[in-house]
């Protein structure tokens, strides 16, 4: 079935150092792709997202980009700040499905100044 | 703009009694409406999702049930609660060419 995996967290990096969070898909058909992030105690926001492969999504420094052959959509910023800090979820979603999306186990980033 | 509203924000209740949580959208029509439910440490779960009125579609079976009497309301029941109905319930939806979803803020529910 379709499904998303993330790298396993919790994830800690001092504050100015580079993030990558993998994320790779299993998907029936053709679907679009998605960041979320969660701050503590919050509801999801949405990142970034990509529609069509080689799409790059960007958002607040943060960059993924839609890749087709590895099936994949890794999180990356360059330089990481304290405030970053929270749970990020990707997600796809399928066409023809009532737009509901299917969600990694989200992963944990901790930013230390 | 489009807002979405939960409500309680927190719940606390006890095992075996009634549950009603409410999610309403404002800015927006004929939406589709979801509810999520992430336990801890885990990731999200989708439990319903509504594309009109009186449609609800269930992803997951359990003791849980949801209503969508209004366009814009969306309500997550259940005639009994167990200690592992407890969670973080977010209720969505979805909007863009590309069908994103947004978020409410959740409830945070305890069942003791």
């Known amino acids: 079935g379709d499904s998303v995996t993330q790298m396993e967290g919790p994830v800690t990096l001092s504050e100015e150092a580079f993030l990558t969070i993998n994320c790779t898909y299993t998907?029936?058909?053709?679907?679009?792709l998605f960041w979320y992030v969660q701050y503590p105690g919050e509801g999801l926001q949405l990142l970034l997202k990509?529609?069509?492969?080689?799409d790059k999504g960007s958002n607040k420094g943060f960059e993924a980009t839609y890749r087709k052959e590895t099936t994949s959509f890794h999180l990356e910023k360059g330089s990481v700040q304290v405030s970053d800090s929270a749970v990020y979820f990707c997600?796809?979603?399928?066409?023809?499905?009532?737009?509901?999306?299917?969600f990694g186990q989200g992963t944990e980033l901790s930013v230390k100044p | 703009s489009q807002t979405i509203h939960q409500w309680p924000a927190t719940l606390v209740q006890p095992v075996g009694s009634p549950l009603s949580l409410e999610c309403t959208v404002e800015?927006?029509?004929?939406?589709?409406l979801y509810w999520y439910r992430q336990a801890a440490g885990r990731g999200l779960q989708l439990l319903f999702y509504?594309?009109?009125?009186?449609?609800i579609s269930s992803e997951v079976p359990q003791n849980l049930s949801a209503s969508r009497p209004q366009d814009r309301q969306f309500i997550l029941s259940s005639k009994k609660l167990l200690l592992s109905d407890s969670g973080f319930y977010l209720c969505?939806?979805?909007?863009?060419?590309?069908?994103?979803?947004?978020f409410g803020p959740g409830t945070r529910l305890t069942v003791t």
């Open positions: 997600a796809l979603r399928l066409y023809n499905q009532g737009g509901k999306l299917i």
């Open positions: 998907a029936t058909g053709y679907p679009s």
């Open positions: 969505a939806l979805n909007r863009g060419s590309s069908y994103e979803q947004y």
């Open positions: 990509a529609t069509k492969a080689d």
């Open positions: 800015g927006t029509s004929n939406p589709n």
């Open positions: 509504s594309v009109g009125i009186g449609q």
